[in-house]
Every structure is written in C-alpha cells, then in structure tokens.
C-alpha cells in the first residue's frame, strides 16, 4: 500500500520561509520520481517541482529560485524549501508519486502566505 504523508505547512507573512516534507511509505523515493504539485484558491492544480528516481529535480519557473527540492533516501523523504514566499504562493501542497499505473496522492499540506 502506498501512501504519502505531507507536513510543514503554515502561515506565513510575504518573505517568508517554510519546508514542507512528503514522507512515503510503499514505495522508495530513491527509485520513484516524487513530485509537489499545488491548488490555490479558485485555481487547478499545478505542477511546482519533480525529483527524479536518479537524483535530477526540477522545479516550474513560476517558482524557479525560491523553491528547492530534495530527498532524504534514508528517511524515505522528500522535501519542499520554500522561501520567499509570496502571496501567490498560498495554496494546497500535494506529494505525488507514479507508480505503477497509478497516481498517488497525499492528503495535502495548506500554505498560506499573507500579511
């Protein structure tokens, strides 16, 4: 059974900074591409940032600069450090993983950026 477990998230005031974590479990993030998508208010869903199985991260030039990601392979963990933060930037922070033919998804992490 897969499952992604997403935490660290908060209030912020604009220039702020938050990590938020995505811990898996049924799965390796060493061997799967982990992605962090988000849901802002009135929005669709977005694509933020994408870990790959060998390392490689990438991350939506919406974002490029202040967002980074990363993984702990020990922990089975992958991360989002956000800084900067801008009131834009609140949103629903969701861990994805593909795996097999399916989408997994956590439960989602609320971000709010506002002064």
């Known amino acids: 059974q897969v499952q992604l477990v997403e935490s660290g998230g908060g209030s912020v005031q604009p220039g702020g900074s938050l990590r938020l974590s995505c811990i898996a479990s049924g799965i390796s993030v060493s061997t799967n591409t982990i992605a962090w998508y988000r849901r802002g208010p009135g929005l669709d869903r977005e694509l933020v940032a994408t870990i790959a199985n060998d390392g490689r991260s990438s991350v939506e030039d919406s974002v490029k600069g202040r967002f980074t990601i990363s993984r702990n392979n020990a922990r089975n963990t992958v991360y989002l450090e956000m800084n900067n933060l801008k009131p834009e930037d609140t949103a629903v922070y969701y861990c994805?993983?593909?795996?097999?033919?399916?989408?997994?998804w956590g439960q989602g992490t609320q971000v709010t950026v506002s002064s």
């Open positions: 994805n993983a593909p795996f097999w033919d399916k989408q997994y």
